[in-house]
């Protein structure tokens, strides 16, 4: 099954990680790389990238980073030039970019509120706004995007601001997927659950466990049925699939990936 890419190109936004180990842009970069992508690598902030980069020159192939905030509409349009400058066009787009600030409504503060639906929903639209054109002067196209268990029940905090722009991904794909059909351009969701990635150890303990990782890993572990908690590389592959010629028939779609959580009934 080697190849699934093969010269395929690909943006894949919020390419880097907080910190080492398999975060979900840096595992979906890798893995499109090893099966044969052209990767655009984008993220905000270089220091991030590093280990990305460093992983992608492992792997081989043909990669690209270029720095943008996702929530700038000029800042993307620049990058899609970018990647079409250096590729020569745009067949997958993933959306990674994301975060969660806790607090329910009367806790998160108004700008806090403003700034979780502009990193986590705004980029998805903006991204999508200048790609699609491209996809469409091409006549193909497959974008995957990243939402979250907490855009479809309780996960075990309040994150409003978080949750309902994880939601809002979810139905914006739906919409989006259907206007572009007969286009032949798919636009699906991957849906993770409470993975074990880099950003549990640098943000996710201090808002929820006191700054206990130990603690918050088994109170996170304990929601799971399969007994594990996953990490990027599972978000990956459901990516890939999604971004494979695999997935042909398969448009305004969601795979969740999150060792049975979401369907628990206790």
């Known amino acids: 099954m080697a190849g699934r890419l093969e010269g395929k190109v690909v943006i894949v936004t919020g390419a880097g990680c907080v910190g080492p180990g398999w975060g979900n842009g840096r595992a979906v970069a890798v ?49 899609v030039e970018a990647c079409v400058e250096r590729f020569g066009r745009v067949d997958i787009l993933v959306n990674n970019v994301g975060g969660s600030a806790k607090g329910g409504p009367v ?12 990193f986590n929903l705004k980029s998805v639209f903006l991204t999508c706004k200048h790609v699609l054109p491209r996809m469409e002067k091409q006549g193909s196209g497959a974008i995957i995007n990243t939402a979250s268990t907490s855009g ?24 989006v997927a259907v206007e572009y059909a007969k286009k032949n351009i798919r636009v699906n969701t ?18 929820r466990a006191g700054g206990d990782v130990d603690e918050l890993l088994a109170q996170r572990q304990a929601r799971i049925p399969l007994g594990f908690m996953g990490d990027g590389r599972d978000t990956a592959n459901a990516a890939l699939f999604l971004a494979s010629d695999e997935a042909r028939f398969v448009t305004g779609a969601e795979i969740v990936v ?3 959580m979401s369907v628990r009934c206790d």
């Not at 479809?152 to 919409?175: C, D, E, L, N």
């Not at 991957?190 to 808002?207: D, F, S, Y």
């Open 107 to 118: 806790q998160l503060s108004e700008e806090d509120w403003d700034r979780q639906l502009n």
């Open 190 to 207: 991957v849906i993770p659950g409470q993975m074990h990635t880099p950003m549990v150890e640098a943000r996710l303990a201090g808002q």
């Open 258 to 260: 999150d060792g049975g």
């Open 152 to 175: 479809i029940r309780w996960t075990g905090a309040a994150q409003v601001g978080y949750a309902s722009a994880k939601a809002a991904i979810i139905q914006f794909s739906r919409v």
């Open 31 to 79: 893995r499109f790389a090893e099966e044969g992508a052209r990767v655009f690598a984008v993220d905000k902030n270089q220091e991030p990238m590093v280990e990305t980069l460093d992983r992608l020159a492992t792997v081989g192939g043909e990669f690209a980073s270029y720095l943008c905030d996702v929530t700038d509409s000029a800042a993307v349009a620049a990058m």
